[in-house]
C-alpha cells in the first residue's frame, strides 16, 4: 500500500496489491458520492461502492452518521448493506468494495465479516486507518478470511477533498 497509483501499466488485480483496469473508474465514483454526501448533508465527504466479481455495481453509500444519527452509518457500512440487500446475502464474496478514506476497525471488521474479497482506498488515514496503516485488521491471520488491499488509489486528490472539507469548516482557504 503505498503511494499514489494512477492506474497506468497495470496488470490486474491479482491479491498482490495492484490495481485492477477499472479501479480508477469505481474509485471515480465513490468520489462522486462522496460530493453528495458533503453538499447534500454536510456529511464528512467519503463515498464507497461495492462491485461483484462480475463488475456489475452492487451497492453504494456515503457518510450518513449526522443525518441518521447513526454512529456505524459510515460510507462502507452503508454500501454493504445496500449490497447485501441486492444479493439477498450477508455474504459478499468475490465483491470489491472501492472507498474514498481507508477504512477504520469497524469497516475493517465487516469487510471481513461479510467476505469481501478485495479492498481498493483512496486516502490513507493515519490515525485510525485500520487497513494497514495504524492497523491491519483485514490481513491478520487468526482471522478465516483475509481482504486484497489496494490503497493509494487516486489518493492525493482523495486526502486533498477531505483536507478541504475539513478546512473549509474551520474558515480556512483550501489547499490546490
Known amino acids: 500500500m503505498g503511494g499514489e497509483t494512477d492506474g497506468h501499466g497495470i496488470d490486474g488485480g491479482d491479491g498482490a496489491g495492484r490495481p485492477a483496469p477499472d479501479d480508477l473508474r469505481w474509485m471515480r465514483h465513490a468520489f462522486a458520492l462522496a460530493d453528495r454526501a458533503e453538499r447534500e448533508f454536510d456529511e464528512i465527504p467519503v463515498g464507497a461502492v461495492i462491485v461483484g466479481a462480475d463488475g456489475t455495481r452492487l451497492g453504494e453509500g456515503w457518510n450518513r452518521n449526522i443525518v441518521d ?3 456505524t452509518a459510515h460510507a ?6 445496500a ?6 446475502n450477508h455474504r459478499l464474496v468475490g465483491s470489491t468494495l472501492y472507498v474514498t478514506l481507508e477504512p477504520c476497525a469497524m469497516c475493517a471488521m465487516a469487510l471481513v ?3 469481501v474479497a478485495r479492498l481498493v482506498y483512496g486516502a490513507a488515514d493515519p490515525k485510525t486507518g485500520a487497513c494497514g496503516s495504524v ?3 483485514v490481513a491478520d491471520p487468526r ?5 486484497d488491499v489496494v490503497g493509494g488509489v487516486l489518493g492525493e486528490e482523495a486526502g486533498r477533498r477531505l483536507t478541504n ?3 473549509a469548516k474551520r474558515g480556512r482557504p483550501p489547499v490546490p
Not at 76 to 81: D, P
Not at 143 to 147: E, G, K, S
Open 143 to 147: 482471522h478465516n478470511h483475509r481482504v
Open 113 to 115: 465479516h461479510a467476505r
Open 69 to 71: 444519527q447513526d454512529p
Open 135 to 137: 492497523f491491519d485488521l
Open 83 to 88: 449490497a447485501g440487500r441486492t444479493l439477498g
Open 76 to 81: 462502507e457500512i452503508v454500501a454493504m448493506r
Open 165 to 167: 472539507y475539513f478546512r
